[in-house]
């Protein structure tokens, strides 16, 4: 029955790959909350966005939802917010902070 062994493959292969992507969007998550960690406060308010406070509390939740929803094979609608805010930061905040000169 090489087709019911082939299916099995896939399945397996397809579930290694969305526990990839669920532990590589919480790494993303880490990433984000550590850079944001190191910021000095002021930076926030300069680039007119939510406090450091704030975003340290959004971050620590998205990197739990993405750790914990990655592991189950798959992001599902949580850990898909999660890595959104978790872009959100990098690609948006920290930038901005970066061109004001806020980061360390």
Not at 64 to 70: I, K, M
Request: aromatic share 14%; proline share 2%.
């Amino acid at each position: 029955m090489p087709e019911i062994e082939a299916a099995a493959f896939a399945f397996e292969v397809r579930n290694w790959t969305w526990m990839i992507i669920g532990y590589g969007a919480a790494l993303l998550s880490l990433i984000a909350l550590v850079h944001c960690a190191v910021q000095k406060p002021g930076a926030f308010e300069a680039v007119g966005t939510l406090t450091k406070g704030a975003w340290v509390g959004l971050l620590a939740v998205s990197f739990g939802l993405s750790l914990f929803f990655g592991g189950f094979g798959g992001l599902g609608l949580f850990g898909l917010i999660a890595l959104c805010a978790a872009l959100v930061y990098l690609l948006d905040v920290r930038t901005a902070i970066k061109d004001i000169g806020g980061a360390y």
